[in-house]
């Protein structure tokens, strides 16, 4: 595969315009997915960006699964949904390779097993369109912004979410609040010194149940690693001990998602996009460079925005959503 733009799109629908690219600056896949998902009376926009990592089967499994069942039920719920559906996701591996089973494993067991080793964060923004205001659910490190696209010093102050990952304190303080007295779990700024997420979908080495001296765990991750055979990478179980050594109370990384509003009027903007982009540019930056994309007739805005960070040195996954109203 190429380096470069794999995607690049615009959407109008419901009174808005949706603009979307993706890039990829290596040779693999992209792992990276997103939704644009509109309930069936149009009140409703779900925009959603999954930053996947270790493979893209849990990105495209929860960009195609989160999205439905937000809308079935109301934004007070968010929480809820994310937290049933990663349940859901443990609760079928579990199934499958219980100890002492009694029935087969399920004709999905891979697939099963394929969706929870890999991982991904998860932000989706359920846009109220007649009430103008977003709904929003965060569990990662991709960001959302909502601003006024006018280049004015009244402009009403930037509305972003806040990242959630090892590096964050709040992500930080929460894992010491919840596992007390393990010192060991955030290592260099990684969930036991390998994994940035500390919230998403997936990653099942870091929410399965332990058992007694951590059998029941090894046993897991040795299934989710013979599913990781083709990657290249030294398997997990091959580095159980270095890796796994504080492995005490899971689950250590959650599907929570951090909840909350952002009101809009006719002149916001509304930004989303995975952490690639936000490792290179602030809020404040991406904010102006859409705003004068605005001023200069710009067709595509996420695009725009691309092509701005690109000479930066892309090193990571890109998508990035940009909605303005028509």
């Known amino acids: 595969m190429t380096p470069g ?13 949706i603009a979307s690219v993706q890039y990829q600056p290596t040779e693999r896949p992209i792992e990276d997915r997103f939704s644009v998902t509109l309930s069936s009376d149009g009140a409703r926009l779900l925009l959603g960006v999954y930053d996947g990592h270790g493979g893209a089967a849990t990105a495209e499994h929860i ?19 994310f937290e049933a559906t990663d349940k859901s996701m443990l609760d079928a591996f579990k199934a499958d390779h219980t100890p002492f089973r009694l029935r087969l494993q399920s004709p999905d067991w891979m697939y099963n097993a394929q ?16 009430g103008m205001k977003v709904n929003y659910a965060n569990a990662g490190d991709c960001r959302s912004l909502v601003f006024d696209s006018r280049i004015s010093e009244d402009a009403d102050p930037l509305q972003q979410t806040a990242d959630l990952n090892a590096k964050s304190q709040s992500e930080q303080e929460r894992l010491k609040r919840e596992h007390p007295g393990e010192e060991l779990v955030v290592v260099s700024g990684r969930l036991f010194g390998k994994l940035m997420s500390t919230r998403g979908f997936g990653d099942g080495y870091y929410k399965l149940p332990r058992g007694v001296n951590n059998w029941q765990h090894k046993k897991h991750v040795d299934v989710l690693s013979s599913v990781d055979r083709n990657s290249g990478k030294v398997p997990l179980n091959a580095q159980y001990e270095s890796y796994f050594y504080g492995y005490r109370t899971p689950p250590y990384l959650v599907a929570t998602p951090d909840v909350g509003v952002m009101r809009l009027s006719r002149d ?12 290179l540019v602030t809020s404040e930056v991406v904010a102006q460079t859409v705003r004068h994309g605005i001023r200069d007739g710009v067709e595509n805005l996420a695009a725009h925005l691309l092509d701005s960070v690109i000479p930066l040195g892309i090193g990571d996954d890109v ?5 303005t109203f028509a």
């Not at 989160?66 to 968010?78: S, V, Y």
């Not at 080793?117 to 846009?127: K, W």
């Not at 998508?319 to 909605?323: A, D, N, Q, S």
């Open 5 to 17: 733009k794999t995607h690049e799109a615009l959407q109008t629908f419901a009174g808005v315009q």
């Open 63 to 81: 960009s195609k699964i989160l999205p439905p069942a937000l809308l079935a039920c109301p934004p007070g719920e968010h929480t809820h949904v």
């Open 115 to 130: 969706v929870l080793r890999s991982g991904c964060t998860a932000l989706i923004l359920d846009i109220d369109i007649p």
């Open 268 to 279: 916001s903007v509304i930004v989303c996009g995975s952490d690639g982009l936000f490792d």
């Open 319 to 323: 998508t990035i959503l940009v909605l």
